[in-house]
């Protein structure tokens, strides 16, 4: 049987939240004591406790609805210059300890294979809280709200026979952290992260067709609250986005050839995503992901020297936007949250780094703060934050306007970059031709290939911050064991020239 | 660390269903404890361990289901487990069609692989140390992983089901690269860890980075290929995720047309989660006892995997292949065989190509039109010109876009053995047994830099 429960009025709960904060940074810190104590000589401490909520429905009914909840401890140390990590869902303190002492086995086996020295370079010694955004706790709204929401924004997509599947879903998530090291560093975060999407797919005759909004890849999500989804206008867009998936099925194939393209701002952020975000990466350039995310075309001989783009096009990471995925206090090696820029005005200037990486790059450089892990159970790595192309001063009415011959890409259906991340291929969900600066017939099957440098050299035209907005990503891998991160990508508009488009 | 600080997965299954008040109740425990030393530039860069334990219960009330998961175990939190799930299900309405929880099953328990099981990270560091050491001393460097895991999975549910099993993958994985970029793959995957030969692996990486020098430019168009069993799998895993499961046939959105053809003759692909050659798992995540399922025999689509709903659907019996609930994607094929041919070795299958390309390995491989199953990707780490029957020179990377399909019916010989690949680490338990392949046309769409 159940052990008898302890009382659960608010006050109850409130002194129980405080037994547990306090609970838990006498955990980590017994981590760290271990640690030290088996012949760390560093060591840090992540408690990290998730809890997340997803509701779904298809075809008029409750397709999944699920409340998860994690929590654990990771100890990462040095020993002898090299790195261990050990992590536990069990959070008794002899666990905490184990898993320190597991992690110093771990790096002395690391040693033994290790020649250079792991040099942090400045101590991060940082010590305070943050708090993300959130005006209306997601959790307060009720199951029952949620779901009428979504059901009635799914239902406003069954609007024609051709409709096989329809879809809406939402999700929220609010995270803890804890983190303290040897250097002296003691951080809290939390933040919310909420978000919605609407799907539906159009089938006729052995082809199939699929709009997503707001963007694709399940939903659009930002650190914040119920506010996210109470203003995105899902219930609205549902029967244009059902219409143009079923006008899909009867449009034209988008003809190949090289011409200009147009791309809406959620696929500039996915663009952005892959041929910038992923390729500065420091540790990728070093070849610390080669076997499996690979490397990068962005070498440090080419830093201040490589003409990445076109002078509209201006780069930054920066982890400090309010209500983004990518925003937080202090990354997860306590390095303060920051704004650097990777390409400014087209020349390529900026790294996302480590403490360990940014020193191999300059010795005594302090990261620029882009650490970050999937959860309790792995380690830190770089990871981007919100990786932003600054605004420029043009309309996606100006850019149509002024073209003579293109096409109007927008939501991304399929991506593929290579492991330099140099030749790119992205299909969309729906295009446009553009002909005498007027949009003109529905293209399907649209997508557009080149190499980095090249494509974005050939930009010359950006939306104005108007048509700015900040995209959430949800699915970006990378590491061995895989994680999944969570990033910010702010993008308006954009138009190319000479791209290859229609590949078949 | 020490697992038996973990409390037992059964134990904690039995507490939550003699405690849910819950009409129906369903248990899915695992505890996993998985390792991986992974290396960079011929050296340890990062090392890791995770003991992680999981628990999810899936209460179904007046036929409205609620779905919640916790990883700790203590009574407290699978109290608010069991009552969170029960939340979930009563803002809800009533499901009509929603298939019952299966009763007792007899499967077969597949026991901890010791080697696996016992991995310490000296042993992991070991075999690192070899296969640097294969790389440095062709002037070339390693970058890899080697990773070892176990995971116990417990499934039970009041209607008397209670089964378990333990699986185990163990992995080698290298690249050995030159500095100029050139690169190599070699790779082995294996329910034990002591199967694992770090010395051959590392030779074939480092074999094919020193043969990668001064690579040609090809241009686009459709060549012969010879492709090898890792990038074989990687098409297969994604065949697998768009096509395969009934409900993707049922919702039009998949190649698969069971009773038409899909591919040409040489082609069989079927799955079998019992099969030990593969990664095997006697039961799915709804506690069915998994069944062999032939899905493409002869080129002819045949058959789909089930789940429970979609079974139901259907008006037959599940094969075994459903995911956690709650679960949107439907059944899924995760042991994957596709049958080899009569060559006796990849070599053999470069014979009567004039000019064609070896591709040794695939890199981020996406789905352009699932209804046609045509995929886009690059090559990698080891793409060679075939040269009347002989590989002669190294090429620049490609990007494919093709109906994989298609470029399957154009088969004209494959590899009599098979080899195990598994596309991630131990982070998804999926994996393929498939033989190297000939293919008469396979259509390339750009090269990379």
Redesign the interface.
Known sequence: ???P??GRGRAARERQKERKEIAIRELALRAIDGARSAGAAYADARWVETRRQ?L?V?QG????????????L?VRVLVDG???????????G??AE??AR?AV??????A?????PVDLGPAAASRGRYRGQCEVDPFEV???DK?ELLLQAEGALQREADI??S?ASTECTHWKKVFVSTEGADIEQEAWETGAGIEC?A?RD???EKRSFPNSFGRQVAQGGWEVVRDMGLVESAPGLADEACALLRADQCPSGITTIILDASQVALQVHESCGHPTELDRV???????A??S?MTPDLLGRLRYGSDLVTIVADATVPGALGTFGWDDEGVPAQRVKLVDRGLFTGYLTSRETATQLAPGTASMGSMRADGW???PLIRMTNINLEPGTSSLDEMIGTTDDGIFLTTN????????R??F?F?TELAYEVKGGKLGRMLR?A?Y?G?TPEFWNSCDAIGDADEWRMWGLINCGKG???QTMRVGHGASPARFRNV?VG?? | ??SE??VAPEDAAR?VL??SDAAATEVLVSQEK?S???????????????????LRVRVVEDSR????????LD???????VA??R???R???A?ADLPPMPGPAEVASTPLVASTAGS???A???M??VM?AEADAAGV?G???V?AATTDYVMANSTGLMVSTARCVATA???A?AAD?A?GYGARCSQAVDDLDARSIAAEATDRAVRYRDPMTLDAGAYPVVFEEEAIGELLEYLAYIGFGALAVE???TFT?PGERVSGPAINIWDDGLDPAGLPMSFDFEGVPRRRVDLVREGMAVGVVHDLATAARAGVESTGHGLP????YGPMAMNLFLGGGSAATTEELCAGIERGIWVTRL?????????HSVL???T?DGTFLIENGRVTRPVK?M?F?QSIMDAFATCSDATRDTKLVSG?????IAAYRVPAMRMDAFNF?????
Request: hydrophobic share 35%.
């Open positions: 049987m159940w052990r429960k302890n997803e779904s298809k009914r409750v397709d999944g609805l699920e409340e998860d909840s994690t929590a654990g990771g090299a790195w261990g990590f050990a992590a536990s869902s069990d959070l008794s002899e666990s184990r898993a597991a086995e771990i790096a002395r086996a690391s033994r294979v290790h020649r250079v009720s199951i029952e779901l096989r599947v879809t797919v089938v052995a082809e199939m070093y070849g610390m992901e080669a076997a499996y690979g490397t075309f159970g792995r380690i259906r399929s991506w593929s970059i290579d492991d330099r140099l030749n291929q299909g099957n997508n290939a190499i061995q064991p895989g290859q590949i078949r | 660390m020490s600080t973990i507490r003699e405690n998985g991986l030393t992974r290396f960079a530039n011929s050296e340890i860069h990062q090392n890791v361990t995770t003991e992680a334990v999981f289901v609620g779905v919640a998961s916790t990883n700790q009574d407290d939190s699978l109290r608010e487990a969170r799930a939340g979930v299900a803002a809800q309405e499901q310490t990270p000296e992991r560091a070991e690192v140390r640097c460097r970058f890899g992983a990773s994985k290298m690249v690269m970029g690169s919702e039009g959105r047309r609930a709650p679960n949107a890199w981020y491989v996406n789905v352009v039109d699932p209804t886009t990707g690059m990698r990377n990007r876009t991630t680490d131990y982070d998804f769409t750009s090269a990379t830099r």
